[in-house]
């Protein structure tokens, strides 16, 4: 008697469970769909609106890179939010879960990618902040590194030197030290120093220096000048300052300082090295 009641009872709960998990897939297939489905109009409708900001922005004059950047940043934290969402709806994952995941992933991954976390910060500070652009001219004194600016990624920006050497500095390296910016609107000051004796010809050697800066016509502007800067230890440093296009500089400085040297020599006006005079005063005679 026991196993005859046993038996109809049995199979009605196998019914039931078959029934209850048919039921269960059935609404898993269907919402998995309704999220695949959401999830393309979603990209369709992302893409619509990223390329409506990006045509905004460019109306704007907004710098290339810094246009990319945010519109990836813009993208994928769209889709990591929407893929968070989906996975939380089919319950693949308990919401409470997917919180502590996230939290004690975000501790581990703060701690072991620190030094990437503080380059993508910096980043983004380049990015917002813009103290400098694509195509700008840098001076990174902790790095001792100049030259061009050629691209402002995520992680790293990369420098082109005078010496045509392609330098990858770590953008926390930028944003947590001093950066000269020497574009100055696509030109750059030029200033050059140079010693003459005390008792040279002061006025002959402005004259000489006069006609350098004038016959250079890569050095242009309102503000050539030539001039007495420093009465130093040995020697009267005279100035020329001028200013020249920012790819221009390093070839006209050169050009001008070895001008100076043949005509101070055609003209007998001395270049003085550093010198010190001695006074030795005699011992007092023995008594």
């Not at 001792?144 to 770590?170: A, D, H, L, S």
């Not at 230890?233 to 070839?251: A, C, E, H, Y």
Request: proline share 2%; with cysteine.
């Amino acid at each position: 008697m026991r196993s005859t009641a046993f038996a109809p009872q049995s199979i009605e709960d196998l019914w039931d469970l078959i029934a209850d998990k048919c039921v269960g897939a059935v609404g898993f297939i269907i919402k998995a769909a309704v999220c695949i489905a959401l999830f393309y109009i979603l990209t369709k409708v992302m893409g619509w609106l990223l390329g409506g900001i990006k045509r905004r922005l460019e109306t704007k004059v907004v710098d290339p890179t810094a246009l990319g950047f945010v519109l990836n940043l813009i993208k994928y934290s769209i889709l990591i939010f929407a893929v968070v969402t989906m996975v939380i709806q089919l319950k693949i994952v308990e919401a409470a879960s997917v919180a502590a995941l996230i939290a004690s992933a975000g501790v581990g991954v703060s701690l072991a990618l620190q030094g990437v976390l503080s380059n993508f910060a910096g980043g983004i500070l380049l990015m917002v902040l813009r103290p400098f652009k694509k195509g700008d001219y840098i001076f990174v004194q902790s790095q001792n590194v100049e030259g061009t600016v050629e691209e402002i990624q995520m992680y790293y920006t990369t420098i082109r030197t005078i010496n045509n050497e392609r330098v990858r500095i770590p953008n926390s390296a930028l944003t947590n030290n001093s950066v000269v910016n020497r574009m100055g609107g696509g030109k750059r000051v030029l200033l050059i120093h140079v010693g003459v004796r005390y008792d040279s010809d002061i006025k002959k050697a402005k004259e000489v220096l006069r006609q350098i800066l004038d016959e250079e016509k890569r050095i242009t502007g309102d503000a050539k000048n030539v001039f007495v800067d420093e009465l130093s230890d040995s020697s009267v440093k005279l100035g020329i300052l001028g200013q020249v296009k920012t790819s221009d500089f390093n070839p006209v400085k050169r050009a001008v300082n070895e001008r100076i040297l043949e005509r101070f020599r055609e003209e007998g006006i001395e270049i003085p090295y550093n010198q010190l005079d001695v006074h030795i005063l005699g011992k007092d005679k023995e008594k």
